[in-house]
């Protein structure tokens, strides 16, 4: 089947921009500021929405792969999330063109962690080209400063230094390699976790604190109709800023280490962010702001709150012998290096 000349020059724009978009942005690993491949640090610039575009935008300044996806989850889900918050105050529609658009965030954001982990280099309509286009400005500035830079007039110096030859047994470089690997994977996995953690942070601070009320018992009528009856008590507005004011710092926490991730230093933040854990969750075992009575079932009614407790219990135990061991671990680390 022969092409008609529209569907040929289709075809030939198609492939000139795939090249160009990879002439810009080269595919290259060894081009990094952080210790990530750059298909993993693309896929966790998308994976905190925004959020984790700002971090990598800041950790990152040699890698234009990622800083491009980093740069285009700023600007797509930065103006998305500020078209939910403005919709979320018109009556009746908003809701609605709320939810239809955090449908269209969702799939937005899968697709657009599948291709940045599998090297590709998708653009957003607009905000791709926005994206590109401050990367560009970017790159002529630091051309052009480095331009501006004096020559340096003495050939000496500019001689390339010669290296003596290595004296390390082979055998020992192949181990330090290995370890190298080790530490560069279990640190490429670390900020994968720290990013998750910033996620779920903002996905419960954002339902607790604006969909609080959904937390109910639905009933259905028989002419179809659902009633909600809400099983928080005024007291929720008791509890609710101090849950709000853990979330910020602990995202704040998990922030500091994608940026910081030396051992005492992540041991130190683990710890405050189990007791600040430990704080919100016996806050809300003394306030308790539950009201299960809406529950049409007498044994249900009775068993729910023990069994909301105990867990809230357990969990509180289970953080405060975290914070035990891990400050054990701290004084064993201060102990030795004084020691040495």
Avoid at 43 to 58: E, M, N
Avoid at 60 to 68: A, L
Avoid at 189 to 203: D, E, K, M, N, P
Avoid at 295 to 322: E, H, K, Q, Y
Wanted: net charge negative; hydrophobic share 50%; glycine share 6%.
């Amino acid at each position: 089947m022969e092409l008609s000349p529209e569907e040929r020059q289709k075809i030939y724009e198609e492939e000139k921009a795939k090249r160009e978009a990879k002439q810009d942005y080269p595919i290259s690993d060894a081009d990094s500021s952080t210790e990530l491949t750059q298909n993993i640090a693309g896929l966790l610039c998308y994976l905190g929405l925004w959020i984790t575009g700002i971090v990598f935008l800041v950790i990152e300044q040699k890698n234009k792969f990622v800083r491009f996806h980093a740069l285009q989850s700023i600007i797509v889900f930065g103006v998305l999330s500020v078209a939910i918050a403005i919709l979320s105050w018109i009556p009746f529609v908003g809701g609605f063109l709320g939810t239809v658009i955090g449908i269209l965030i969702f799939i937005l954001w899968l697709v657009l962690m599948i291709k940045a982990y599998q090297g590709e280099l998708i653009k957003v309509p607009i905000a791709g080209d926005i994206a590109g286009s401050i990367l560009a400005n970017t790159k002529n500035r630091t051309s052009n400063e480095e331009r501006q830079r004096p020559e340096d007039s003495n050939p000496i110096q500019n001689e390339p230094i010669q290296q003596p030859p290595p004296t390390v047994p082979r055998r020992a470089q192949e181990i330090g390699k290995r370890v190298e690997d080790y530490f560069t994977g279990t640190r490429a996995v670390r900020v994968l976790g720290y990013s998750f953690a910033i996620f779920w942070y903002i996905a419960i601070f954002i339902f607790l604190t604006f969909f609080h009320k959904y937390i109910a018992w639905y009933n259905t009528e028989p002419d179809g109709s659902v009633i909600r009856l809400p099983m928080l008590t005024d007291d929720y507005l008791t509890w609710l800023p101090i849950f709000i004011t853990v979330t910020i710092l602990s995202i704040v926490a998990y922030f500091m280490l994608i940026i910081y991730d030396k051992y005492w230093f992540r041991e130190a933040v683990q710890i405050f962010i189990s007791i600040a854990g430990i704080v919100s969750t016996v806050a809300l075992v003394l306030i308790f702001p539950f009201d299960f009575t809406v529950i049409p079932n007498a044994t249900a009614v009775d068993v729910v709150p023990i069994v909301i407790n105990a867990v809230l219990i357990f969990i509180s135990v289970v953080m405060g012998v975290t914070v035990l061991v891990r400050t054990a671990k701290l004084i064993s680390l201060a102990t030795n290096q004084d020691t040495g």
